[in-house]
Nanobody, 123 residues
Framework: QVQLQESGPGLVKPSQTLSLTCTVSGGSITTNYYYWSWIRQPPGKGLEWIGY???????YYGPSLKSRTSISRDTSNNRFSLQLSSVTPEDTAVYYC???????????????WGQGTQVTVSS
């Protein structure tokens, strides 16, 4: 059974870059078919799908954060990462990584998800 675990700093200062890593066990990120995704949920709001990286290394970024987002992977250590630049307090959220089937991307909490990590943007 695949398991995902987010890691990274819980507090980031405004204008800095938020960096998170998702370590995957029980399955390879190079396995065909899945989207290795990042999603966030700001306080009191719904899920926002940030983007994903495919098994072959292709990426997709949602339009609202595209200019500030980069998703990369480390196949040697079976993990993938999120970088969000120029953060503001509006980027405060619980950040999740997930393995999602392509047809379920953007559709609720389907697939395998990490437990989530709180990131607060504050000086």
């Amino acid at each position: 059974q695949v398991q995902l675990q987010e890691s990274g700093p819980g507090l980031v200062k405004p204008s800095q870059t938020l960096s998170l890593t998702c370590t995957v066990s029980g399955g390879s990120i190079t396995t065909n078919y899945y989207y290795w995704s990042w999603i966030r949920q700001p306080p009191g709001k719904g899920l926002e799908w940030i983007g994903y990286i495919t098994s072959s290394g292709g990426t997709y970024y949602g339009p609202s954060l595209k200019s500030r987002t980069s998703i990369s992977r480390d196949t040697s250590n079976n993990r993938f990462s999120l970088q969000l630049s120029s953060v503001t307090p509006e980027d405060t959220a619980v950040y999740y990584c997930a393995r999602v089937e392509p047809g379920n991307y953007g559709v609720g909490r389907r697939g395998s998800w990490g437990q989530g990590t709180q990131v607060t943007v504050s000086s």
